[in-house]
């Protein structure tokens, strides 16, 4: 079967990748993720599957957004390969479809933000010539 990367615009879609998203980001529920999801679409929020068949194997989560230290760029909020088909070079396809995309938009740049846990993740963004120039800072209000 062919794998295919295409984008998830509606909510039927977001259900069926909601099982996946939870394995990047295990403390969202379905309401808040439904809550949010439309919300964020319309900041330019884009989510991308890669799929093969039924088989929801990959997520990307990116959104167009424009600052005064990127310009106008690509911000990857999520990336999550399936946790039985790590290893198998998916997220990199993930990330260079990610860089194709936003080029063709007209992006300057791709920026992320990992956690600071999560050594795995840095190791594989390193390798994909990414740079870790910064760090970031929020507050609960």
Known sequence: MK???IELTNEHQWKQAFPLMT???P???MERYLDLLPKMAEEDYHMFAMVEGENMLALAGVGLVTNLYNGYHVFLYDLVVDENQRSNGLGADMLEFVHKWGKSQGAEYVSLESALH????HRFYETH???KWCYSFRMPL
């Open 3 to 5: 794998r295919e990367i």
């Open 23 to 25: 394995q990047l980001r």
């Open 27 to 29: 403390a969202l529920t």
């Open 118 to 121: 999560r050594e795995a993740a």
């Open 129 to 131: 010539e990414y740079d």
